[in-house]
């Protein structure tokens, strides 16, 4: 056992309510961003999709990255997930509501218009109130591909804990929105049998 003298004391307090004060500003000051616009060409590639990744505060891997990037590049000719039409002021709020609708992690914005120029969701926001707004917001999920998972079961028997149970499991994402579906196995000790099924993840 230690004593700490009055001096030390105040200053551990000192140190310890800075490093609280400094992690509440950071907080404060790099909330996360959920919908990021970009230009239609930069949505289309890895770098731009981990522009948005790190603006939602969401690390993806890079085959992630890659496979969000081919999906927004697949949809250039056809309708994105959701197109929005509405008046200026009300730009930024639509998007929101539609990325969390659909349960995204984060969203990307990008002007068809301009294919080549980021858009500027502020200046769109001072357009005339009449103006109609036409932009294409790409919903990202940042789900693997392919999970997999080991399940250990410990029981305490006559004060010992003791493994009766192991299994193993693998499951592919079936849905964007991460539902997945696999297969489980394993082996019963106390029973000495082996067990096999089918997993579902949502």
Request: proline share 6%; no cysteine; net charge positive.
């Given at each position: 056992?230690?004593?700490?003298?009055?001096?030390?004391?105040?200053?551990?307090?000192g140190v310890?309510?800075?490093?609280?004060?400094?992690?509440?500003?950071?907080?404060?000051?790099?909330?996360?961003?959920?919908?990021?616009?970009?230009?239609?060409?930069?949505?289309?590639?890895?770098?731009?999709?981990?522009?948005?990744?790190?603006?939602?505060?969401?690390?993806?891997?890079?085959?992630?990255?890659?496979?969000?990037?081919?999906?927004?590049?697949?949809?250039?000719?056809?309708?994105?997930?959701?197109?929005?039409?509405?008046?200026?002021?009300?730009?930024?709020?639509?998007?929101?509501?539609?990325?969390?609708?659909?349960?995204?992690?984060?969203?990307?914005?990008?002007?068809?218009?301009?294919?080549?120029?980021?858009?500027?969701?502020?200046?769109?926001?001072?357009?005339?109130?009449?103006?109609?707004?036409?932009?294409?917001?790409?919903?990202?999920?940042?789900?693997?591909?392919?999970?997999?998972?080991?399940?250990?079961?410990?029981?305490?028997?006559?004060?010992?804990?003791?493994?009766?149970?192991?299994?193993?499991?693998?499951?592919?994402?079936?849905?964007k929105d991460?539902?997945?579906?696999?297969?489980?196995?394993?082996?019963?000790?106390?029973?000495?049998?082996?067990?096999?099924?089918?997993?579902?993840?949502?």
């Amino acid at each position: 056992m230690f004593s700490l003298t009055k001096r030390q004391a105040a200053i551990l307090l000192g140190v310890v309510l800075l490093v609280l004060g400094g992690w509440l500003l950071w907080k404060h000051f790099n909330q996360p961003e959920p919908v990021t616009p970009l230009s239609q060409q930069q949505a289309e590639t890895p770098a731009g999709v981990d522009i948005a990744a790190k603006n939602a505060h969401i690390d993806m891997l890079q085959s992630q990255l890659n496979e969000a990037a081919q999906q927004i590049a697949e949809l250039k000719n056809r309708p994105p997930n959701t197109i929005i039409k509405t008046v200026p002021v009300k730009v930024i709020e639509t998007v929101e509501v539609e990325r969390k609708k659909s349960g995204a992690d984060f969203a990307i914005v990008t002007d068809p218009a301009s294919p080549d120029k980021p858009v500027n969701l502020e200046e769109v926001a001072k357009l005339p109130e009449g103006t109609t707004v036409n932009l294409n917001q790409y919903n990202v999920f940042a789900y693997r591909k392919v999970i997999r998972g080991v399940n250990v079961f410990p029981v305490l028997d006559s004060g010992r804990v003791k493994v009766y149970e192991v299994t193993v499991d693998v499951s592919r994402r079936v849905t964007k929105d991460g539902k997945y579906i696999g297969v489980a196995a394993g082996y019963d000790f106390k029973h000495n049998k082996a067990k096999a099924g089918i997993r579902y993840s949502f």
